[in-house]
């Protein structure tokens, strides 16, 4: 009970911050809307050809616009020393942790929630499609980028050049998440069940499990010297 | 009780502190000087669990600290030049947050008398960006005291400050060692040292060249030991 107060009292911190300089949805936000208007210039919308990109197109958005929020998670943490004022609480580090993989996945998802209709509209997609499905996916692939993208933005702040850092580290080992998630956004935009698509949801599923627990364990060395 | 046997940091080939040993007793004032690199912060670090020894113990109050450091942060309260503070909260909401952290039971009412000690309960509204050094000090020793901590590791924290905030602080720090914390001081500041602290501890290059009650031992003979 004593960790989930500690734990909801960091999102709280977090939101708050958020609130007061918008920095790191505004950037995503910004970041996504280009990127959709770009594309709706140089792809045809409603082509056929359009269509197999788009899936791609769309998680190029998520995980760019992602890192760049993940980015700002921790830059943010070390102005005037705060990531250390956090380290000193009470609190076993792996649970700083959570706290900012559920905030991380906040955002995302928010970001996520502003563009998606826009680039539906633009790209003059059928709404003819399994959109829970469509939702599940989302929150898979987000959940399993944001795991990870979460602990290497620890580590990429400890650098001098952290904007660089962070997609050198992060883009190779969330490989696996997001050709599993733009997999099955492009059979669900086919208009595939959910049940044709299990196995890549299982994949998701198990990328999720696995680096939500092994970054959740080494979170503690993160901060080591 | 601060206690630490043959204490060693190494950074890659370059030892910061080497086989450091000292005791500071329950209530003691001990202020630890140095001049610059000569280790004082890595070694408030290493006490306050930030980092880690390369060899040797610290023991907090009788804790291990490697075994009990969660337990240990519950005790020590740290101040350093860095505020710990977020600039985008303010000075009230900063301190809901750290109160939240440490589980502090009527929190509000608490923090009230706090902000009203360090002089900031008018400014508890605004945020933390727009203060200035002296009020983000003040505020930081706020934060540090919190929790109403058995042992205050202080890291330079006068640095930047004017003449009046720095007297506010001394006065609160003089405060709480009334009310029997132990505290210990890195500082480069002597004289400071000389005329407040009750024991003195001297580091030169990583290793402690002296450890001394403050009355036995001169400001002459201070300098000399850490410029010679």
Known sequence: MEILSQIFAIIRKDLLMELRDKQVISSMLVFSLIVVVIFNFVFEPGDSQTKLTIPGVLWVLIIFAGNLGLARSFGREREQGGIQGLILCPIDKSYI????????IFFMMLVEAITLP???????????????????????????????GTIFSAISAHTKSSEVMLPILLFPVSVPV???????????LAGSSLGEISGWIKMLIGFDAVFLIACFLLYEYVFEE | MIRTEGLTKNFGFKKALSQVSFKIKEGEYAALLGVNGAGK???????????????????????DVKKNSIKIRKIIGVMSHSSFLYPQLSAEENLIFYADMYRIPDKRHYIAQLLKRVGLWERRYDLVSIFSRGMQQRLSLARAILHQPKILLLDE???????????????LINENVKNGITVLLATHDLEYAK??????????????????????????????????
């Open chain 2, 41 to 63: 912060t890595t070694l408030v670090r290493i006490l306050s669990t930030l980092s880690r020894a390369s060899c040797g113990g610290v023991w907090m109050n009788g804790l």
């Open chain 1, 97 to 104: 942790y959570i706290a900012k993989v559920i905030v991380n």
């Open chain 2, 157 to 171: 924290p006068f640095t930047g400050l004017d003449v009046h905030a720095a007297g506010l602080l001394t006065d």
């Open chain 2, 195 to 228: 005329n407040h602290a009750n024991r003195i501890l001297l580091l030169k290059n990583g290793i402690l060249s002296q450890d001394t009650a403050a009355s036995a031992i001169s400001l002459e003979q201070i300098t000399n030991k850490l410029t010679n």
């Open chain 1, 118 to 148: 826009i680039f539906w509209v633009l790209f003059d997609m059928s709404p003819d499609i399994n959109f829970p499905a469509l939702l599940l996916v989302l929150f898979l692939g987000t959940t399993g980028f944001a795991a990870v």
């Open chain 1, 178 to 188: 997001v050709l599993a998630a733009s997999k099955s956004t492009a059979k669900i």
